[in-house]
C-alpha cells in the first residue's frame, strides 16, 4: 500500500444557497472575487479567489427548504477562509459585519490560545464562513 496521497488539495466547493444573485454579489462585491463561470440552466455560478472555486447553486424548492444544523446534520460544518495579511483581515470584518443580510456569531477573536484569529458569520444565503489570520504566515 502507498503511503503517498493520491489526491491534491480541493478542486472546487459546491454550495446550496437560498438566493443565488445575493449570494454572488456577497462573494463578489464584498470579498472582492470574480465570476468565473456558470450553468445558468441549472443554477449556478462558480466563482474564485483566484486559489478556491466554489460552485454557488440555487436552492430549487424555498418552500420545503431545511435548514442546514451543524450540531445535528452530516455535512458542510462552515467554510474558512484565510486572510491575506493583518489588513485584509480587519477589511473583510469590517466590510462583512456591515454586510446585507449577514449574521455575525461572532467578532476577531484569538483561536484556542492564539496567535492565530478568526471569526465567524452566516453570509447571506445561509452558509457558515470562518474567515482567519495566521500571523505566522
Given at each position: 500500500?502507498?503511503?503517498?496521497s493520491?489526491?491534491?488539495?480541493?478542486?472546487?466547493v459546491?454550495?446550496?444557497?437560498?438566493?443565488?444573485?445575493?449570494?454572488?454579489?456577497f462573494?463578489?462585491?464584498?470579498?472582492?472575487?470574480?465570476?468565473?463561470g456558470?450553468?445558468?440552466?441549472?443554477?449556478?455560478?462558480?466563482?474564485?479567489?483566484?486559489?478556491?472555486?466554489?460552485t454557488?447553486?440555487?436552492?430549487?424548492?424555498?418552500?420545503?427548504?431545511?435548514?442546514?444544523?451543524r450540531?445535528?446534520?452530516?455535512?458542510?460544518?462552515?467554510?474558512?477562509?484565510?486572510?491575506?495579511?493583518?489588513?485584509?483581515f480587519?477589511?473583510?470584518f469590517?466590510?462583512?459585519?456591515?454586510?446585507?443580510?449577514?449574521?455575525?456569531?461572532?467578532a476577531?477573536?484569538?483561536?484556542g490560545?492564539?496567535?492565530?484569529?478568526?471569526t465567524?458569520?452566516?453570509?447571506?444565503?445561509?452558509?457558515?464562513?470562518?474567515?482567519?489570520?495566521?500571523?505566522?504566515?
Open positions: 500500500m502507498t503511503t503517498e493520491l489526491t491534491r488539495g480541493i478542486d472546487h459546491g454550495l446550496t444557497v437560498r438566493n443565488l444573485d445575493v449570494t454572488r454579489d462573494f463578489i462585491n464584498c470579498l472582492g472575487w470574480k465570476e468565473v456558470g450553468k445558468p440552466e441549472y443554477p449556478a455560478v462558480f466563482v474564485s479567489d483566484g486559489h478556491i472555486l466554489l454557488l447553486w440555487q436552492l430549487k424548492d424555498e418552500t420545503n427548504k431545511v435548514e442546514f444544523d450540531k445535528k446534520n452530516v455535512g458542510l460544518h462552515h467554510l474558512a477562509l484565510r486572510a491575506a495579511n493583518e489588513e485584509a480587519a477589511t473583510i469590517e466590510r462583512v459585519s456591515g454586510w446585507p443580510g449577514v449574521k455575525v456569531e461572532f476577531p477573536e484569538a483561536l490560545s492564539g496567535p492565530k484569529r478568526h465567524m458569520v452566516y453570509e447571506p444565503g445561509g452558509i457558515r464562513l470562518e474567515f482567519d489570520l495566521d500571523p505566522r504566515g
